[in-house]
């Protein structure tokens, strides 16, 4: 399959919808890509790497690096497993975002956005198949 669409596309369209400028909302769903790439289902990701040209690389990127974990975020990833350890990171990104002037709420706003653009561009909802991938991070990365 060859893209149609790229990541700055999927950001630039997202951006706006979520009340944030194009570079709050790149960091933000770098953040997001970067957790997914490390905790969701392969398969899911492949496809949506496979039409969205970019995704992948902003996935790997020094952006997208694990946030550093606090006490309660270290408590969670240890407590609770493989879910467990992508709340936590989850957490971790939140928090990272809230210095970027990006709120859950703004998250919240941000992810149905950027899955609108990628259903549009490609018929399926491959962010949103890759997020609920993740058990327990969809309520936090606008899913649910």
């Known amino acids: 399959m060859t ?4 990541f700055d596309d999927v950001v630039s369209a997202a951006a706006a919808p979520a009340g944030l400028t194009d570079a709050q909302a790149a960091a933000a769903l770098t953040g997001a ?3 997914l790439d490390r905790h969701a289902g392969r398969e899911a990701l492949a496809a949506l790497y496979a039409a969205v040209d970019g995704a992948e ?3 790997q990127s020094k952006a997208a690096e694990r946030p550093r974990r606090g006490l309660f975020g270290g408590i969670m990833a240890s407590a609770g497993g493989v879910s467990g350890a992508a709340v936590a990171e989850a957490m971790g990104l939140l928090d990272r975002l809230k210095d970027e002037g990006v709120d859950k709420a703004a998250l919240k706003r941000l992810l ?3 899955r609108d653009r990628v259903r549009a561009a490609t018929g399926r909802d491959l962010l949103g198949e890759a997020v609920r991938s993740v058990p327990g991070v969809g309520p936090m990365l606008g899913d649910g």
């Open 3 to 6: 893209p149609t669409l790229t």
């Open 33 to 35: 890509l970067g957790l």
């Open 57 to 59: 690389a902003a996935a």
């Open 112 to 114: 149905p956005a950027a």
